[in-house]
């Protein structure tokens, strides 16, 4: 079956300093991989996504991620953070059954 | 592009009535729409995936007569809670999707506050 875990639920980081939110899949089948950021009450918006071709994805808002298939992992990146990423972020593979498979989200807090 | 609308944005009603919640795709034609809904601090609960001119399919667990899905168009759907209560009230988020390939893309709304009194 397929799934996703992502680890840490909440992390916190610094203004200016690297933001890393963690991804792991399984899947039996070369995967589509997702990530999704929620502000407070609003809907999900595509960071970026990963399918087929370069590993390493750039996403909007400076963010990015490498698919790595040996380590099953789609992780979350973006060298310096800001205020304004603090939301909620969720990690997605699509599934055989034609839906998104998701994670339970890292809310990401930002110190000034 | 790909922009995807909801309303209401927020509503507040009594316990008992029945609130329609439309999902519209603004500058595209989906093939399938879905409904989610979300509690604080949760993921995503896929309720029931719609696809035009055809019964949605409910996932396991979810009321089909208690959340009506109706799927006009393309480019409509609409999710009707029926009898509200307050353990009805959730944040409800719909997506539209589109076959990109061998994968769906999904394009969400901006998601519909619900609270039952």
């Known amino acids: 079956a397929q799934s996703v875990t992502q680890l840490g639920s909440h992390v916190s980081v610094s203004e200016g300093a690297l933001v890393l939110l963690r991804c792991n899949y399984s899947s039996s089948v070369p995967p589509y991989l997702f990530w999704y950021v929620q502000y407070p009450n609003q809907g999900l918006q595509l960071l970026l996504k990963?399918?087929?071709?370069a590993t390493l994805v750039k996403g909007i808002n400076g963010f990015e991620a490498e698919f790595k298939k040996s380590e099953t992992s789609f992780h979350l990146t973006k060298p310096s953070a800001h205020m304004s990423d603090a939301a909620e972020y969720f990690c997605?593979?699509?599934?055989?059954?034609?839906?998104?498979?998701w994670g339970l989200g890292t809310s990401l807090a930002v110190n000034p | 592009g790909a922009v995807v609308s909801q309303h209401p944005s927020r509503v507040i009603c009594k316990s008992g009535t029945s609130v329609k919640i439309e999902c519209r795709s603004l500058?595209?034609?989906?093939?399938?729409m879905f409904w989610y809904r979300q509690f604080p601090k949760q993921s995503l609960m896929l309720m029931a995936t719609s696809n035009e001119g055809s019964k949605a399919t409910y996932e396991q667990g979810v009321e089909k007569d208690k959340f009506l899905i109706n799927h006009a168009s393309l480019t409509l759907s609409t999710l009707t809670v029926t009898s509200a209560h307050p353990e009805d009230s959730s944040f409800y988020i719909c997506?539209?999707?589109?076959?990109?390939?061998?994968?769906?893309?999904?394009?969400f709304g901006p998601g519909t506050r619900l609270t039952v009194l």
């Open positions: 990963y399918t087929t071709g």
């Open positions: 500058d595209f034609q989906a093939t399938t």
């Open positions: 997506s539209a999707s589109l076959i990109a390939g061998p994968y769906n893309e999904q394009f």
């Open positions: 997605a593979v699509f599934g055989n059954n034609r839906k998104l498979i």
